[in-house]
């Protein structure tokens, strides 16, 4: 894992003038905004006798198994949205809550975090995610060493509208922080980008992929468009179940678009009780951020994105996006 990988050496080349980026690679805060996930909860989940997620209509037996899949990020980039969906497949069970076993339970070892999980029946897929994992530099290293053919879920995200997203979340918890364009900037009047800000440095994607692929294969992870997740759940959801090799059972129907929230609420086809839409927490409204630090935010990540679009053979169009604006 000592090897840089030209992501991390363009982190310190010079990308204009101007807009040097001088993080040191693998500088990674630790933001206590991750999750919400409190040791108490873990506990609850993994008791004997709890549910510990997936269909309410699964019996509690089966036995614990450590997950096949993983969801591991990006954090704001719809990693709720993408659970609460697939754990409306009956042949999935998920924790609900954010185990954080690869970044901060690791300790604790592989039968705790067996305990965690959800029974499951055979032929059942264990899941959990915790978005935390994509940005943190042991993970990869440790999920190879629990099963080398663990399936790995990133759902990504314009890396603009994600971090000020992040800020967003941020803001609601600690009011007294300073500004979004405070944060941004090492220096506003040279433009320098303060990358080593965990909100936009966990938007550098290909500077993260290269750590996992260092230990997986293109083909065992899945990248899921966090902005298509809202546009056309469904066919995200077909692309999720087909790389998790399940039947295609999650499609339209499971879905309603919720106009007052702006993204789609989940409901069961069979059920005509009223749709479940994501917590209060999600679809917050963002600060105005001023133009120029968002024109200078695009120029920082493009060549970033144009890295993880070469590297993972998908081009997710934030470019195109923002030139509609």
């Known amino acids: 894992g000592s090897r840089e990988g030209a992501a991390g050496a363009w982190l310190r080349s010079p990308l204009a003038p101007g807009e040097v980026i001088t993080a040191q690679s693998g500088a990674f805060e630790r933001d206590p905004q991750e999750s919400s996930t409190t040791d108490e909860e873990l506990s609850r989940a993994g008791s004997p006798g709890s549910r510990g997620g997936g269909s309410s209509t699964t019996p509690d037996y089966g036995e614990k198994r450590l997950p096949q899949a993983l969801i591991i990020g990006v954090k704001k980039g719809g990693t709720r ?21 690869f970044d901060r339970n690791y300790e604790k070892g592989l039968e705790w975090y067996r305990n965690v999980m959800p029974k499951t029946l055979d032929g059942q897929i264990t899941m959990e995610k915790t978005p935390s994992y994509f940005v943190t530099n042991e993970a990869p290293r440790r999920i190879h060493s629990m099963a080398k053919d663990t399936k790995l879920i990133v759902v990504v995200r314009n890396p603009v509208t994600r971090a000020i997203s992040d800020y967003t979340q941020t803001l609601s918890k600690k009011p007294e922080i300073p500004t979004f364009e405070v944060l941004a900037f090492k220096n506003r009047t040279l433009g320098l980008i303060d990358a080593s800000w965990s909100a936009i440095r966990i938007g550098i994607y290909a500077l993260h992929l290269e750590n996992w692929l260092q230990y997986f294969p293109l083909s065992q992870i899945l990248f899921v468009s966090g902005e298509r997740l809202i546009t056309d759940p469904a066919g995200e959801m077909a692309k999720v179940q087909d790389f998790l090799g399940l039947k295609r059972i999650v499609t339209e129907k499971h879905f309603y678009f919720n106009k007052t929230k702006g993204f789609p609420c989940l409901k069961k086809p069979e059920d005509s009780s009223a749709p479940r839409c994501l917590g209060k927490s999600k679809g917050r409204t963002h600060p105005k951020i001023d133009p120029d630090v968002i024109h200078r935010l695009r120029k920082f990540y493009k060549p970033f994105n144009v890295m993880f679009y070469q590297m993972t053979g998908q081009d997710f169009q934030w470019e195109q996006e923002e030139s509609d604006k």
């Not at 659970?83 to 954080?100: C, F, N, Q, S, Y």
């Open 81 to 101: 949205a993408l659970l609460e969906a697939i754990r409306a497949h009956p042949d999935v069970r998920a924790v609900g809550t954010e185990p954080h076993f």
